[in-house]
C-alpha cells in the first residue's frame, strides 16, 4: 500500500535566540492522517518546533511545508485559513468569557460579512452567524461540553479549560492540529477523556495531529510516529516500538552511563 501524502514537511529548521539554539537543522515529514509525537526532555526544543510551525517564531534558516506550499513566512492567521490550528502549552482563552462565545471568537476566519454587510444585510449577516453556531454547538456535543456552553472560563476547573482550548483549536475547522502538551497538570481521569477525544479527532474527523506530550506511556499508546529532540537536535525518529528501544533516546532521558 502507498503511503499517504506528506502533509507537513519540516526541513532543516535553525532557530535561535541570541547565543542559544533552541532548533539545530532539525527536519521531518508528517504524513496525511497520522498522529506523530514530538518528544524530547525538558529544553530540547519542542515548542520552539510547534512554534516555529503555527508561524509565532521566525527560523533563521529551513522551510516550513503544509501539503506542498510554503509557509515559511507566513503570519499565523494565514497558516489558520490554510487548515493549520494549534493549542498552547500555557493556555490562551478569553477567561472572561463563555465556552460558546470562545469557540465562536474562533470562527472569525471564516465569517464573511463585513461591519457595512452587517448594517445593511441584516439578513445574511444573520443566516451566517446562524451557521457558525451549528458548528461550535456541534464541537461543544463532541467533546461533551453541554454542562458549561454558557458558562465563563475562567471559572472552570484547569481540566475543563484544557477542552475549551481544544474546541476552540477544532472551530478553525483545521486539517492539521498542533497540540502542545493537551494533558499537562490533568489528573488521570481528565488525561484519559483527553486521550479519547484526540483519537476521536483523528479517526472520525480525519485530522492529522503533532503532539508533544511528557506522558510516555499515552505517546506510546496513541502515537504512530515518534521524533525525538535534544538539545534542539533530532536524535531519533521511528514508531512507538523502535524509539522504546533507541539507546540514544535512552541516553537523554536517563543520562549517559558513566
Not at 240 to 247: F, H, K, S, V, Y
Request: glycine share 8%; proline share 3%.
Amino acid at each position: 500500500m502507498d503511503n499517504p501524502p506528506i502533509k507537513l514537511s519540516v526541513q532543516n529548521l535553525t532557530l535561535r535566540f541570541g547565543g542559544i539554539t533552541a532548533l539545530d537543522d532539525v527536519s521531518f515529514d508528517v504524513r496525511q492522517g497520522e498522529i506523530l509525537a514530538l518528544i524530547g526532555p525538558n529544553g530540547a526544543g519542542k515548542t520552539s518546533c510547534i512554534n516555529s510551525i503555527g508561524g509565532f517564531y521566525r527560523p533563521q534558516s529551513g522551510r516550513i511545508y503544509l501539503d506542498g506550499r510554503d509557509i515559511t513566512r507566513l503570519p499565523p492567521y494565514q497558516r489558520a485559513k490554510l487548515g493549520l490550528s494549534r493549542t498552547f502549552q500555557n493556555i490562551a482563552l478569553y477567561t472572561n468569557a463563555t465556552t460558546l462565545d470562545n469557540l465562536m471568537a474562533a470562527r472569525h476566519i471564516h465569517m464573511r460579512s463585513s461591519l457595512l454587510g452587517e448594517a445593511i444585510f441584516w439578513g445574511m449577516a444573520q443566516r451566517e452567524e446562524i451557521k457558525h453556531r451549528r458548528v461550535v454547538e456541534e464541537i461543544i456535543d463532541f467533546l461533551e461540553m453541554q454542562a458549561i456552553r454558557k458558562s465563563v472560563v475562567g471559572k472552570l476547573g484547569y481540566g475543563l479549560r484544557k477542552r475549551v482550548e481544544l474546541g476552540r483549536a477544532l472551530a478553525l475547522e483545521p486539517s492539521l492540529l498542533l497540540l502542545d502538551e493537551p494533558m499537562a497538570g490533568m489528573n488521570v481521569e481528565e488525561k484519559e477523556d483527553m486521550a479519547r477525544f484526540i483519537l476521536d479527532i483523528h479517526e472520525r474527523r480525519g485530522v492529522t495531529i503533532v503532539l508533544i506530550e511528557h506522558d510516555m506511556g499515552l505517546v506510546m499508546d496513541i502515537a504512530q510516529r515518534i521524533v525525538v529532540l535534544d538539545f534542539g537536535r533530532k536524535i531519533a525518529e521511528g514508531t512507538p516500538q523502535e524509539i522504546r528501544t533507541n539507546q540514544a533516546v535512552i541516553n537523554a532521558y536517563l543520562g549517559q552511563a558513566e
